[in-house]
C-alpha cells in the first residue's frame, strides 16, 4: 500500500511538471531590433551597436529577432566589392555573437550586394524568408524588400506549405515591410497584401510585426493583429526606442519600446 503511494505521488508530481514545461513553451519573451548598419560600405560596426546588445542582454530575452538592414549594401558599380561587404558582415556577426542566446537574422534592402542576399544568406543558412519554432509557437520572417514592395509567387508557395504544417501553433509573421496601415498614415506596405492575408487567416496567426516609417500602430484587420515598431537607424538622435521587447503570456501579445541603458 505504501508503495502504491509513493508510486502515485511520483506520477503527479511528474504530470505537474510536464504541464509547467508545456506551460513555459507557450510562453517567450524576444528583442526585436532593425536598422544597425554602419553610415557606409566602407565602414564597420556603429559605436551604439555594442552598447544596444549589453543593454539587450539586461533584459535576458528568449531570443533576438533582427529584422533588416544589419549592413550597408551596394554595388559594384558604385565601387563597393565583395570583400567591403563580407566585412561588415563579419565584424556585424561577431558584435552579435556576444548576445546571450539565439539570434535570427532577416534580410532587408540594404542587405544585398548587387541586388542580391547571396552574401547575406550564406551566413546564415537559409534564404530571405524562413521559418523556426519555439515550444508550440510558430515564426515566420517574410521579406517584401524588392523594388516592387510585393511577396513574390514563389515565397506564396513556400508560406502556403510552411504553414500549414503547424495549423495547431499560434503563429507570429514578421515582415519589415507592414501588410497594412491606418488609413490616417501615409507609409510603405506590401503592395500585395491580400494574397498573403487570407493564406494567413485559415490558421491561428496571433500578429504580423513590422518596422517602417516613424509610425507607430497596432490594428487589428480581420481578427489578427498588424504591429507597427519604429526603429530607426541606430545612430539616429531622434528615435524614441532602440529596440523593443515583445512578449507572449498565455497566448496574448504585448510589447515594450526600450532605450539603451
Not at 166 to 180: A, G, N, T, V
Not at 192 to 202: G, K, M, R
Request: glycine share 4%; with cysteine.
Amino acid at each position: 500500500m505504501f508503495t502504491k503511494k509513493i508510486i502515485l505521488l511520483a506520477t503527479l508530481l511528474s504530470a505537474f511538471s510536464c504541464a509547467g514545461i508545456e506551460k513555459r513553451t507557450n510562453d517567450v519573451n524576444f528583442a526585436l531590433v532593425a536598422n544597425t548598419l554602419p553610415e557606409s560600405a566602407f565602414k564597420t560596426n556603429p559605436a551604439e551597436l555594442a552598447k544596444l546588445i549589453d543593454s539587450i542582454n539586461k533584459d535576458n530575452p528568449t531570443f533576438l529577432i533582427h529584422l533588416g538592414n544589419l549592413i550597408q549594401g551596394g554595388s559594384s558599380k558604385s565601387g563597393i566589392i565583395k570583400n567591403d561587404v563580407e566585412k561588415q558582415l563579419d565584424s556585424a556577426k561577431k558584435e552579435f555573437s556576444r548576445f546571450r542566446s539565439i539570434a535570427y537574422f532577416i534580410p532587408a534592402e540594404h542587405d544585398k550586394f548587387d541586388d542580391s542576399f547571396d552574401l547575406f544568406n550564406k551566413r546564415e543558412n537559409h534564404g530571405e524568408y524562413f521559418s523556426f519554432n519555439y515550444g508550440t509557437l510558430h515564426f515566420i520572417a517574410l521579406n517584401a524588400t524588392n523594388s516592387e514592395r510585393f511577396i513574390t509567387e514563389d515565397q506564396l508557395i513556400w508560406l502556403k506549405s510552411d504553414i500549414q504544417k503547424y495549423k495547431d501553433s499560434r503563429i507570429i509573421i514578421f515582415s519589415k515591410i507592414p501588410l497594412f496601415a491606418p488609413q490616417k498614415i501615409k507609409t510603405q506596405t506590401i503592395t500585395n497584401p491580400s494574397e498573403t492575408h487570407n493564406i494567413l487567416l485559415q490558421h491561428n496567426v496571433l500578429a504580423v510585426i513590422s518596422s517602417e516609417s516613424n509610425f507607430e500602430y497596432d490594428i487589428n484587420k480581420d481578427g489578427i493583429r498588424h504591429i507597427n515598431l519604429p526603429l530607426p537607424s541606430i545612430e539616429d538622435k531622434r528615435k524614441k526606442y532602440d529596440y523593443f521587447i515583445i512578449q507572449i503570456v498565455n497566448g496574448k501579445l504585448s510589447f515594450e519600446g526600450k532605450t539603451i541603458k
